[in-house]
């Protein structure tokens, strides 16, 4: 399952429970192509909840990172989840220099809200 909502110019994406490809196409997607026509560069919260099932989360990642590097109106992209697999996994996980991605724990989601602020 995938909730999703905006701020401003931020991207707050959660993703727990059963996640598949049809959520990705059909609920994020045409969020993120209406908030890059309505603001020049566009911050993305993606939020992972442990108990994500479905797609691996690899795989959620490399769609994730397929679908957005054409895309320059990417600022910053924090990645929030607690993970363990996820701090190895991020490490292979790059998009273009330009876009600049951390990563949080869930109990940081007001540090990397905050650190997407900054930019």
């Known amino acids: 399952m995938i909730e999703i909502h905006h701020k401003n110019n ?13 959520h990705f196409n059909n609920a994020f997607i045409p969020i993120f192509e209406s908030m890059l026509k309505e ?5 993305i ?3 992972l909840n442990n108990e994500l099932t479905g797609w691996t989360l690899l795989t959620l990642l490399k769609q ?9 109106g990417i600022n910053r992209l924090a990645i929030v989840s607690d993970s363990r697999l996820l701090k190895w996994k991020f490490s292979l996980f790059q998009l273009r220099s330009c876009v600049s991605t951390e990563r949080f724990l869930n109990k940081d989601i ?5 650190w997407l602020a900054i930019g």
């Open 39 to 43: 603001f020049p560069e566009v911050n």
């Open 10 to 22: 931020t991207l707050i994406t959660q993703v727990h429970g059963t996640f598949t490809k049809e």
């Open 110 to 114: 007001e540090k990397a809200k905050a």
């Open 64 to 72: 994730f990172k397929q679908y957005i590097a054409p895309y320059n």
């Open 45 to 47: 919260v993606l939020k």
